[in-house]
């Protein structure tokens, strides 16, 4: 619907150029999109700019934003309607990717993991996932708005008394969360994953997370896999790549021991992102090295 009205902008623009008096049709064009502006800024926080400058290349602009989020709400629309209960759970979460769902199974599994963490809900697929694997209190935060009420609708439906979502930023919600839930003092097994933007929290994540006294797996999603180029990993231009290097203080300042997936990449499925997994306690990193096989220790 949207997209035939800009479709019809646009034709009115290019096709009809030379049958109607210029101004009477920018006039138009600028009072529908307008219309549509002010209508979609009342339900997206979209704060319309378009007002003095009534000329073909500011409309042009103003119709290519408009497209790109009439675009997010399509995307945004699809992944409503495919509510979690109708999804296969096994086709979701962790990236799609069934070797690091073993590497989350393998470690729930060996280690008495009391809470699960996860910084970056997106559609909140990996929290559903762990939901379903895991009875585990879980703590996950999203600050895009959209995505945070997406995802809070849908774990509604799972009804998971144990499922809690935060609209916060993950640097904040982590200080909340350990401190007015009583994770100091227990064994929490951490995703990070709320990298996406040029602002990127993962440093201040993981040292906020060693500076506290818990003992802690840490598995940083998009981080760059030594030696198996297949693996994706992000990279934000300058020094901000996921890679050991990025993390070197971190380790060598809180000790920290370093596991990668031992599946070459070629075998993993999904989105085939690489991944880190840490640890700041000897114990922990014994039981990997006995109990966990899809990982292997970095040395
Ligand atoms: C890669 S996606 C997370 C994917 C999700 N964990 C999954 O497995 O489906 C990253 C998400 O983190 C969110 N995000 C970015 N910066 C954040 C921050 N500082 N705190 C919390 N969430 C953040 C983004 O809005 C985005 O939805």
Sequence with gaps: ?????????????????????INSRLKLIQSNIDNLEADLSSKLDITPRFSEDLTIQNICES????????????????????????????????????????I??????????????ETGTFLGDTTYWISQHS???????????????ISKKRFLILNNQKLFISNLDSRK???????????????????????????????????FICAKSVEFV???????????????????????????EYIKDCIIKFGLSVFFPALHSSSETGAKRGCVVLTNNPK???IILKKVPSLKKNF
């Excluded at 497209?67 to 495919?82: G, W, Y």
């Excluded at 989350?104 to 963490?117: P, S, W």
């Excluded at 940083?220 to 896999?225: G, Y």
């Design 63 to 102: 119709i290519t934003r408009l497209n790109s989020k009439i675009k997010d709400i399509e995307f945004i629309l699809a992944n409503v309607l495919n509510m979690v209960s109708l999804i296969n759970p096994e086709a979701i979460g962790f990236n799609s990717q069934n070797h690091r769902k073993k």
């Design 1 to 21: 619907m949207l997209n035939k009205f800009i479709n019809t902008l646009k034709s009115l623009l290019f096709i009809n150029r030379y049958k109607m008096n």
């Design 218 to 244: 840490v598995m940083i999603d998009d981080f760059k896999v030594p030696f198996d180029e297949g693996y994706g990993f992000d990279d934000y231009g300058g020094m901000n790549v996921f890679n050991l």
């Design 284 to 286: 922990f990193e014994q």
């Design 135 to 149: 009875k585990l209190p879980i703590y996950t935060t999203e600050t895009n708005n959209i995505y945070y009420c």
């Design 104 to 117: 989350f199974k393998e470690l729930t599994a060996a280690i008495n993991f009391e809470n699960i963490i």
């Design 173 to 207: 919600f982590l200080k909340q969360i350990f401190d007015a839930n009583n994770i100091l003092n227990r064994k929490v097994l951490i995703y990070l994953d709320s990298h996406w933007d040029q602002d990127l929290p993962l440093l201040d994540e993981i040292n």
